[in-house]
């Protein structure tokens, strides 16, 4: 099991930063890939950045250039930069991870934070 917990969210002008943290704690020696996702109020839930194993990432098309994702302490600590902020990037964030390398391919994920609320003015 992977427990993850992110911080970071708030309220931000356009044009603005935050950096989004995701602490993992539990079994992260098992962990094989590392996701930040978001889903604004209606609309479904989006992968934003993905981080693999061997330290390879991918970025959705809409943040590519704006949002940077990293990891510090091995894989315990989870970041996601934000610049350049956009009121469509107003969401609720997620940190995800997975321990297969198979699901991690498929961009799919079995452990989800709680999620961290990011909110971009005009």
């Known amino acids: 099991q992977v427990q993850l917990v992110e911080s970071g969210g708030g309220s931000v002008q356009a044009g603005g930063s935050l950096r989004l943290s995701c602490a993992a704690s539990?079994?992260?020696?098992?962990?094989?890939?590392m996701a930040w996702f978001r889903q604004a109020p209606g609309k479904e839930r989006e992968g934003v950045a993905f981080?693999?194993?061997?330290?390879?990432?991918t970025y959705a098309d809409s943040v590519k250039g704006r949002f940077t994702i990293s990891q510090a302490n091995g894989k315990n600590t989870l970041y996601l930069q934000m610049n350049s902020l956009k009121p469509e990037d107003t969401a609720m964030y997620f940190c995800?991870?997975?321990?297969?390398?198979?699901?991690?391919?498929?961009?799919?994920?079995?452990?989800w934070g709680q999620g961290t609320q990011v909110t971009v003015s005009s």
């Open positions: 995800a991870a997975e321990t297969w390398k198979w699901s991690c391919k498929n961009r799919e994920y079995t452990f």
């Open positions: 539990g079994a992260t020696y098992n962990t094989y890939c």
């Open positions: 981080i693999d194993n061997d330290g390879s990432t």
